[in-house]
């Protein structure tokens, strides 16, 4: 066996481009498929032709800032209203770390048990087998603290505050 050490599989058929009898290209005076500012051109496959591409403008970011309530539990101003949970009780933000404290108040936490959030509104009592091993756990309780069905208000302005688009 010898020969040019092709096998007959590996065979591939030459590139060949086609004449399309016309050029859809418009080019520059050094030839190049660009603008006078040098901004490339961008070909539209559904019409067949060259097209300017719009320019991206920035959103521009509101210039009220985000009100500062206070906490509903401890009274003290919620400066990071984002990470701010709805109290149950008066539909106002609250700190995060207050509704923690505030369950671990109210539910009995054997050794082993934490207060989590789990998302969606939903805290849980999670208690760990190894507490250096956090992952291996077992969800013991379920809290629903926030109303999936009746939005708080003040959500709706720091929504507002943060989607622009």
């Keep these: 066996m010898g020969g040019s050490g092709k096998s007959g599989n590996n065979r591939r058929k030459s590139f060949k481009r086609r004449d399309t009898g016309g050029d859809n290209w418009q080019h520059n005076q050094q030839g190049q498929g660009k603008k006078k500012g040098g901004e ?3 070909f539209d496959r559904k019409h067949g ?6 320019k991206w403008t ?8 985000l009100p500062v309530p206070d906490c509903s539990v401890c009274g003290k101003p ?3 209203i984002a990470s701010a949970v709805t109290d149950r009780a008066t539909g106002m933000p609250a700190h995060f770390d207050c509704v923690i ?18 998302g969606g509104g939903r805290f849980g009592i999670v208690h760990f087998a190894n507490p250096h091993d956090t992952r291996n756990f077992r969800v ?7 109303d999936k069905g009746n ?3 003040w959500r ?3 929504a507002d505050h943060f989607s622009l688009t």
């Design 58 to 65: 920035p959103v521009k970011m509101p210039t009220d800032p």
């Design 40 to 42: 490339p051109y961008h």
């Design 151 to 153: 939005r708080a208000e």
């Design 140 to 146: 013991k309780k379920i809290i629903e603290w926030e």
């Design 78 to 80: 919620v400066k990071d």
């Design 101 to 118: 404290a505030r369950i671990s108040e109210n539910e009995r936490l054997e050794k082993g048990d934490t207060v989590t959030y789990i």
């Design 49 to 54: 032709g060259m097209y300017d591409r719009p």
């Design 156 to 158: 709706q302005i720091v």
